[in-house]
């Protein structure tokens, strides 16, 4: 069984404040994706990473893959009050199928 | 492109009732859909994949007679929760892929069930 641990779980932080969160594994993921998602909506994808060491920019959004495939990270600059919500990460192993980390509830203060 | 649509978006019916919800790939065949289901709060927990033409694959310990999935086309899979009860009140969610090497899956909306 593959095991993804999102960390933290919770953030509150001020507007203009930077952040990250992290998604670890011992295993080896053949794809990472980032997915952010709304109180009553599903999740929305915001990055596929897939080589090892990748990084890749989204606006305010930078995510990088960790080298052996098994981490990644999600970075937020100045982070604004639209930018609340829940983050998950999910690596994608045989099959394509998906394991989500537990999450991380992000709320940004005006 | 890549969009999946998940119908009703919210449901209320009394304990014993039975409920359909439908997942459909808009612009896309789907061969493989997967439906999840997640508690307040929590990350999402896969249930079960399904198959079109072929019996789903269901995750250990969810029961395969209390969730009933069909996947009878290769834009439309349905998931129907038999005998609901209270404890089956929760927030599901489908989601479809791309059937080609490398593409991420493209999640519903979500269906908020809650059982009286």
């Known amino acids: 069984t593959q095991l993804l641990e999102q960390s933290p779980q919770f953030l509150s932080i001020q507007e203009g404040e930077n952040l990250t969160v992290y998604c670890n594994s011992s295993s080896v993921f053949s794809s990472l994706q980032w997915y952010r998602q709304e109180p009553g909506e599903g999740p929305v994808l915001l990055v596929t990473?897939?080589?090892?060491?990748e990084v890749k920019k989204l606006k305010r959004l930078t995510f990088q893959f960790g080298d052996a495939r098994k981490d990644s990270s999600l970075h937020i600059t100045a982070a604004q009050p639209g930018d609340t919500g829940l983050y998950l990460c999910a690596g994608a192993g045989a099959g394509n199928m998906l394991t989500f980390g537990g999450g991380t509830r992000l709320m940004v203060k005006p | 492109g890549a969009v999946v649509s998940q119908h009703p978006s919210w449901v209320i019916c009394k304990s014993g009732t039975s409920v359909k919800i439908e997942c459909r790939s808009l612009?896309?065949?789907?061969?493989?859909m997967f439906w999840y289901r997640q508690f307040p709060k929590q990350s999402l927990m896969l249930m079960a994949t399904?198959?079109?033409?072929?019996?789903?694959?269901?995750e250990q310990g969810v029961e395969k007679d209390k969730f009933l999935i069909n996947h009878a086309s290769l834009t439309l899979s349905t998931l129907t929760v038999t005998s609901a009860h209270p404890e089956d009140s929760s927030f599901y969610i489908c989601?479809?892929?791309?059937?080609?090497?490398?593409?991420?899956?493209?999640f519903g909306d979500g269906t908020r069930l809650s059982i009286l």
């Open positions: 399904s198959n079109e033409g072929s019996k789903a694959t269901y």
């Open positions: 612009d896309f065949q789907a061969t493989t």
């Open positions: 989601s479809a892929r791309v059937e080609a090497v490398g593409q991420p899956q493209h």
């Open positions: 990473v897939v080589t090892g060491g």
